[in-house]
C-alpha cells in the first residue's frame, strides 16, 4: 500500500466508521477528528496492547501522521532502533483486509470506538502515558458514568472458594447500590460474581476483556456478558475478531486498574494473575485493598502477599472501600427514608440485625407461595424501590429465587438462622 493508497483508505476508513458506527466525539463529527478515529482503530489492528513504541509515535506525530510515517519508512531506513524493531511488527498487519473486518463485525455487534477526547473516554487511562491504549471497543451504554462517579475493580480468583464468591457478592452489591461502578475481567470466580451482584443490586458494571469485545470469553459467560453490555459495558482494546492469549490478558489489567479509583483483590493465589492487575494499580497510585482469608487458605496467600509486602488495606466489607476512597460510608438520603443504616441494609446476611431491611424482606418471602415485588414490600414495609436489589442480593446469597414473575424463599431456610 502506498502513502497516496494510504490517504485514500484512511479517507474511506473515515466514512465507513462515521456511517457505521455512529458519531465518535458526542455531536462533534468534524472530518478530521474522525480520521483520527479511523487511523486509532487501524492502530489497534497493527499493535499488541500496551505498545509503547508505537504510543510514543503517535504522541509525537498524531495517530494519522503516524500511518503515514510508517508507510514512508522500511524496518531497515528507519534511524531509530525500537521504531526498525517496531515496524517489523506493525508492517505485515497493514492490510485493507484487517481493518475492514474489525469494522464489519464491529457493525454486526452493534460495537462503537471510543478514542481520547472523548466524551467516554475514560479519563484514568491517560495515566498509562505511551503505554494507554489508542482506543477503546465498546459495546453498552454505561462506560461514560466512568468519569462522572467512582470506578472499583474487584477481582480475584478464577477458582474462587464459597468465602470468597460470598464476600465479593456483598461488597459488590453494596457497592453498585450506592452508586459505584464494578469494574471486573469477567472471568469465572470472583470476577463472575462483581459482576452478578452489580447487576442484581441494579448498578452498571464494566467487563474489561483481553479479547476483541465480539467474543464472549469465557464462552460460559455469554449470558453474562450480554447482561453486562445491556447494564454497563464491554471494552477492549484489540480489535473485534482478535483472540485472547496470555500476553493480552496480562496486558488487559492494565486497563482495569486504570479505569478504577481503586483495585480490590478478594481472592488470590501466591501467585495469582490478580497480583499483576494489583502491581499496575500500585504502580499508577491507585489505592490498593485486599480481603484477607483463612490462614491456611491457598486461595488468599496472595491476598496475605499484598497485605504484608505490598501495604495494601485489609478490606472487609464496602464500608472499608468507600473509606479508601475517601468517601462517606453512611448514606443519609437512604437512612432518611428508611430510618436505618444503609451499609447495614444492603447485607441482610452480614449485618446479624433483625432490624436489617434484608431480613424484612427475608421474613416477607414464603418458601410455598409466589409473592410480587409489591406484595412483599407491602409486608416488610418498605418502598418497592427498595425491595429490589435486596432481593437481588438475596438471590446471590442462595435465600431467595424468581419463580413464576416473582419471588419465593429457597430451600425453607429461616431468616432466624441467618441471625447467628
Known amino acids: 500500500m502506498s502513502v497516496t493508497d494510504l490517504d485514500s483508505w484512511l479517507d474511506s476508513g473515515a466514512d465507513v466508521l462515521r456511517r457505521r458506527l455512529g458519531p465518535l466525539r458526542g455531536t462533534d463529527d468534524d472530518d478530521e477528528r474522525v480520521a483520527d478515529a479511523a487511523a486509532r482503530a487501524i ?39 525500537h521504531l526498525s524493531k517496531g515496524m517489523a511488527r506493525w508492517v505485515p498487519r497493514m492490510t485493507e483486509e484487517a481493518i475492514e473486518a474489525a469494522v464489519r463485525v464491529a457493525r454486526r455487534t452493534g460495537m462503537r470506538i471510543v478514542v481520547p477526547g472523548d466524551e467516554d473516554w475514560p479519563a484514568g487511562l491517560d495515566d498509562l502515558g505511551s503505554h494507554a491504549p489508542h482506543a477503546l471497543w465498546v459495546r453498552g451504554p454505561g462506560l461514560r458514568e466512568l468519569n462522572g462517579a467512582a470506578g472499583v475493580s474487584v477481582i480475584g480468583a478464577r477458582a474462587a472458594t464459597a468465602y470468597g464468591e460470598r464476600v465479593a457478592v456483598d461488597i459488590c452489591a453494596e457497592l453498585a447500590a450506592r452508586g459505584l461502578i464494578v469494574v471486573s475481567g469477567a472471568a469465572y470466580g470472583i470476577d463472575g460474581a462483581a459482576h452478578r451482584a452489580a447487576l442484581h443490586a441494579r448498578g452498571t458494571t464494566i467487563g474489561v476483556l483481553a479479547g476483541g469485545a465480539d467474543r464472549a470469553y469465557p464462552t460460559g459467560h455469554s449470558q453474562l456478558l450480554t447482561s453486562v453490555i445491556e447494564r454497563g459495558a464491554v471494552i477492549a482494546e484489540v480489535a473485534p475478531g482478535t483472540a485472547p492469549s496470555k500476553w493480552r490478558f496480562l ?27 494489583a502491581g499496575h494499580a500500585a504502580t499508577l497510585g491507585r489505592p490498593l485493598g485486599a480481603v484477607p482469608g483463612p490462614v491456611s487458605s491457598a486461595a488468599s496467600a496472595g491476598c496475605h502477599r499484598l497485605l504484608r509486602e505490598y501495604d495494601a488495606i485489609c478490606i472487609r466489607h464496602a464500608d472499608d472501600v468507600l473509606e479508601l476512597l475517601g468517601r462517606p460510608t453512611r448514606d443519609p438520603e437512604h437512612d432518611a427514608r428508611t430510618g436505618g ?80
Open 251 to 277: 496486558q488487559r489489567n492494565r486497563l482495569i486498574a486504570a479505569i478504577s479509583q481503586a483495585t480490590i483483590v478478594v481472592e488470590a493465589g501466591f501467585r495469582s494473575g490478580s497480583l499483576n492487575t
Open 341 to 420: 443504616d444503609a451499609t447495614t441494609a444492603l447485607h441482610p446476611a452480614r449485618a446479624g440485625r433483625a432490624t436489617d431491611d434484608g431480613t424484612r424482606v427475608l421474613d416477607a418471602l414464603s418458601t410455598r407461595a409466589t409473592r410480587s415485588t409489591h406484595d412483599l414490600a407491602r409486608r416488610a414495609g418498605l418502598d418497592a424501590g427498595d425491595v429490589e436489589p435486596l432481593l437481588g442480593i438475596l438471590a446471590l446469597e442462595g435465600l431467595a429465587v424468581p419463580a413464576d414473575g416473582g419471588w419465593r424463599r429457597a430451600g425453607g431456610r429461616s431468616a432466624e438462622s441467618m441471625r447467628g
Open 43 to 81: 492502530w489497534s489492528v497493527l499493535t499488541e496492547p500496551g505498545d509503547g513504541v508505537a504510543g510514543t509515535l503517535i504522541a509525537a506525530h498524531g495517530a494519522t501522521e503516524a500511518l503515514r510515517t510508517l508507510r514512508r519508512m522500511t524496518p531497515t531506513s528507519a534511524m531509530d532502533p
